[in-house]
């Protein structure tokens, strides 16, 4: 018997197989250098004449393959790149392939020109894609708090605004597809910025004098962020989605994320929703740190009983509808959106001394935040005789937040603002290109309650801007300037008027394909705003009594910047040198005097000085067959200080670290190590902040099946359980980081 069925599997041996038996499958996907999937690519496999086009998802598929070496070539648009894979019996070899990955080939739409970030005289970065979703936090500053100049303020989860170069506030211009977010999270640190991280598509931060575009107060910094919301071009497929759940160990966060895209050749629609609800973070320490404990001349105490940082959950919710209309020469788009946000604003965490008044953050104060938001935007090219495009956009909001104390609402702030540019590009002339535009702003202002220390205001501006460039063979010469007029009418004061001009110039030298160095000079101009010029009372969220100048100046800011960049092949490199003298630097200066309790804080002027630099070198440690091995090495350092002696306050410390990343066609692991080192360098009646490490980590894996790409993904945050405080934070000694946090989640796109 045995010998018989030896003699059957021989002579089925000896059968020939079915060609595809001894077949493989070749499946990958096509990335743009800024991650998101790039569709309609075309897909060749050269040595066996077969095409593929890809989808929505960037995925394409090679069934039934012979065994063998073969040529892949992607094409999309101009751009064009080239694989060469091994197809074994059997088996599905996976590949990403990333477009252009070279900085140049990425547009920076914060340009006028739709440059990328090689040409420009700012330094730009751009994050996108993948590395964006894994990053993103329930605020935007805490999203991007590990960037390169950036970090973020804290007031808890929940409200975190972005700090560029130790700048933040009105200093650096929080946006959302070219135009303001609109909310009040620069009027006080524990607002929120009314944007939902999940659902933003790429983020571009521009750093130093970013003022001709988008308005002379942001001279700090620019954070630009596109989503999809108003479709500018026609889907490739009629329906499209992403589906998204995430929840962490440190605040039992629990977020869900859905959004539609589809349409034909000349409609297009677009509709997203989310949830995220999180409890009390965990913190690895008692919640006020030892240093304020000391510097308040309490005695000292057995440790404390760990317990979550109180007031420190957070509720959110949203979602948007949006649809473009497209013809032969352009495409107009509307959405309509909302955003709700029901969070706890962290407070005092020790007992007070007897007698002392207590403060209301011990029975929680709360933020109950209401957005609805209209916004358009479209293009027309060639509109008239000597204009190639005319492009607008502009929003309109109706926003009201409630601070809530004791059970009872105390303050209510609403905020209904417009922001509104027209920019055009005229055909060269002498062969310079230029944009020019206008840009108007308004808001209705009202605080009334407890904590309604500015008065209501209604603001306005307007402002008028030109920028030019021109390219010498490897040299691109830009300049441009803008003049903004700004009327504040408070109530109870004296209305004011003021004119800030801005001037930026700068020079870029390429060398080769992708390597660039560049210098930028500006100066510019910022007008008070209206807590700087009207505050008066208690403001219990920076746990001070403000008190703000009518006759406050403008600022005046002169920048230079100087960068050196290489993106390509090899080792690649980032540094950048900044110093900004600003004139009339306006600042809330500690007084060391007490009102009800608090600490008396005015706002002054003096001449200041911020430089620094930021600097980062990636080192390929293996490059073969698809699979990379990166190594990271980065710091920044930014120093402030005022010119009659003395420093700037939450001025954020120096900082370096390195990472590893690790990357295969199905797999992304990196780990990363950053030591923040202490801040002993503090303004008057500023307490020093202690150094810390944070050690992070992070694996994903990608599943392609013909109906749905999953992404399922891990994060572990602050895995050495550090005490973390922020420096740029008020709350700094009430409010550390989360301990030791792990964060899963499953992204699934169809």
């Not at 303020?153 to 609109?182: E, H, K, W």
């Not at 008044?357 to 090219?381: F, S, T, W």
């Not at 990472?659 to 950053?674: N, Q």
């Not at 993904?713 to 050495?720: G, K, Y």
């Amino acid at each position: 018997m045995r010998s018989r069925i030896f003699r059957l599997c021989a002579a089925c041996a000896a059968i020939p197989l079915p060609a595809a038996v001894l077949a493989g499958d070749l499946e990958g996907r096509v990335i743009q250098a800024s991650g998101l999937p790039e569709a309609g690519a075309t897909v060749r496999l050269l040595d066996a004449g077969r095409i593929a086009t890809s989808d929505v998802r960037g995925h394409f598929h090679f069934e039934d393959l012979p065994a063998g070496e073969y040529t892949l070539r992607i094409e999309a648009g101009e751009d064009m790149e080239t694989r060469h894979v091994s197809i074994a019996r059997d088996g599905v070899v996976s590949i990403d392939v990333v477009l252009a990955a070279e900085l140049d080939a990425i547009e920076v739409s914060a340009s006028a020109f739709g440059r990328s970030a090689l040409e420009l005289a700012q330094p730009v970065e751009i994050i996108g894609g993948d590395e964006l979703k894994l990053l993103a936090e329930a605020s935007i500053g805490a999203t991007l708090s590990s960037q390169l100049g950036v970090t973020s303020t804290y007031f808890g989860p929940a409200s975190g605004r972005p700090v560029i170069r130790g700048l933040t506030g009105n200093r650096v211009r929080v946006q959302q597809d070219g135009i303001g977010s609109m909310d009040v999270s620069s009027l006080s640190p524990d607002h929120a910025v009314a944007i939902e991280p999940l659902l933003i598509d790429s983020v571009e931060i521009v750093k130093g004098a970013a003022t001709l575009l988008y308005g002379n107060g942001a001279f700090g910094g620019v954070i630009n962020m596109t989503d999809s919301r108003i479709p500018e071009e026609s889907p490739y497929t009629p329906f499209s989605g992403a589906l998204e759940l995430r929840g962490d160990t440190a605040a039992d966060q629990r977020s869900f994320v859905a959004r539609f895209d589809g349409g034909g050749e000349r409609l297009a629609w677009h509709a997203d929703a989310f949830t995220r609800n999180s409890d009390e973070v965990e913190i690895p320490v008692p919640a006020e740190s030892e240093i304020l404990h000391e510097a308040e001349g309490h005695a000292e105490e057995e440790a404390a009983h760990l317990e979550p940082l109180a007031n420190s959950d957070v509720e959110t919710r949203g979602g948007a509808l949006g649809g473009s209309w497209f013809g032969e020469s352009g495409f107009f788009g509307m959405s309509v959106s909302t955003y709700e946000s029901n969070y706890g604003v962290p407070g005092h965490a020790h007992e007070e001394e007897e007698g002392a008044p207590e403060p209301a953050h011990e029975e929680g104060v709360r933020i109950d935040l209401e957005q609805l938001r209209y916004d358009i935007k479209g293009r027309i090219d060639n509109p008239f005789s000597g204009i190639e495009s005319l492009k607008f956009r502009a929003g309109y909001n109706d926003y009201e937040h409630r601070e809530i104390e004791h059970g009872a609402v105390a303050t209510t702030f609403v905020n209904d603002a417009y922001d509104a540019r027209l920019e055009m590009t005229h055909a060269p002339l002498a062969e310079w290109r230029g944009a020019f535009g206008v840009q108007l702003r308004g808001r209705d202002f009202a605080a009334v309650g407890e904590e309604a220390y500015v008065p209501p205001t209604d603001a306005r501006s307007i402002g008028v801007f030109l920028v030019e460039e021109r390219e010498f063979d490897q040299w691109r010469v830009e300049a441009g300037g803008r003049v903004e007029t700004q009327e504040q009418d408070p109530q109870g004061f004296a209305g004011q008027s003021d004119t800030a001009f801005s001037a930026s110039a700068g020079i870029v030298r390429k060398l080769g394909n992708a390597q660039s160095v560049g210098v930028n000079f500006t100066r510019a101009q910022r007008m008070p705003d209206i807590e700087e010029r009207y505050s008066e009372g208690p403001h219990l969220a920076t746990l001070q009594y403000e008190i703000g100048d009518p006759a406050l100046d403008t600022e005046t800011a002169n920048n230079i910047d100087l960068t050196w960049r290489k993106a390509g092949d090899g080792v690649n490199w980032t540094l950048n040198l900044y110093y900004n003298r600003v004139d009339d630097f306006i600042y809330l200066d500690n007084t060391g005097a007490e009102i009800d309790g608090l600490p008396v804080a005015v706002y002054t002027q003096a001449d200041a000085v911020l430089k620094g630099y930021e600097a980062e070198v990636v080192l390929p440690l293996l490059e073969e067959s698809g699979d990379s091995l990166d190594l990271r090495l980065f710091s920044d350092y930014t120093r402030g200080t005022l010119d009659g002696g003395g420093n700037l306050p939450r001025i954020p410390p120096l900082r370096f670290g390195a990472g590893l990343d690790y990357t295969t066609a199905k797999w992304t692991a990196g780990v990363e190590a950053i030591r923040y080192d202490e801040q002993d360098k503090v303004a008057a009646n500023e307490l020093p902040t202690e150094g810390y490490v944070m050690l992070d980590a992070s694996v994903s894996w990608r599943i392609f099946t013909p109906h749905a790409d999953w992404n399922v993904f891990v994060r572990a945050s602050n895995l050495l359980d550090e005490e973390a405080r922020r420096h740029s934070s008020f709350l700094k000694d009430l409010a550390p980081l989360p301990g030791r946090n792990f964060t899963v989640g499953v992204r699934a796109g169809f």
